[in-house]
């Protein structure tokens, strides 16, 4: 896919998910969720390379941080029209896989609970959102169609078009009704709805 394409793709995934945005020269010029993941392309395409374009790549990734104050590995394996919101605090581990369409916002943490040289970060399927503050830990999978709720700690994988909340993160149907939710186990949040 031509870097064109991709720019254009990440700038309409931008305005389709944030209703503030009002242009493309204004989401390319001050959006910091997408400059994290224009330089992320660049960094995991440098990684992909092995050897010392490793080292470049983890330099770019860390310059991005410094930038955003998003931080994304360069290992991680990032879909097609990616959105974060507001971004800070944002972090997204080595191992970490996100399917198209997908968005989180800030404050998420896409982390591992191992030391071990493996798999060790969550994936998330296509079309996949996460709501503010939230915590996904380890090599879990969340479906896609999926919601993560604001402030949940997920270490369990969650099936496809399921709404995932509360600590520890517990998946319920995505076609719940609000009746159902409420009598669920959890403190009303209005962040359970998304």
Not at 26 to 49: D, K, M, Q, T
Not at 168 to 189: C, H, M, N, W
Request: glycine share 12%; with cysteine.
């Amino acid at each position: 896919m031509s870097i064109l394409r991709t720019v254009r793709e990440d700038l309409a995934a931008a305005r389709a998910h944030d209703p503030a945005a009002r242009g493309d020269a204004e989401v390319a010029v001050v959006y910091s969720g997408l400059h994290a993941i224009w330089i992320h392309r660049l960094s995991h395409r440098l990684w992909r390379r092995g050897g010392a374009a490793k080292g470049a790549a983890r330099a770019l990734s860390q310059f991005a941080r410094f930038l955003t104050g998003i931080e994304i590995h360069p290992g991680a394996t990032i879909g097609r029209r990616f959105f974060i919101d507001h971004g800070m605090g944002v972090v997204i581990g080595e191992t970490a896989e996100i399917g198209d369409d997908c968005m989180i916002y800030h404050g998420v943490t896409l982390g591992g609970v191992s030391l071990k040289q493996t798999k060790r970060h969550p994936t998330l399927g296509d079309r996949v959102t996460v709501g503010a503050g939230a915590k996904i830990l380890g090599p879990v999978e969340i479906g896609s169609d999926s919601s993560v709720g604001a402030n949940a700690v997920v270490v369990k994988s969650a099936p496809a078009d399921s709404v995932v909340v509360g600590i520890p993160g517990v998946a319920r149907p995505a076609k719940s009704s609000k009746e159902e939710l409420r009598e669920a186990q959890f403190y009303i949040d209005p962040a359970i709805y998304i």
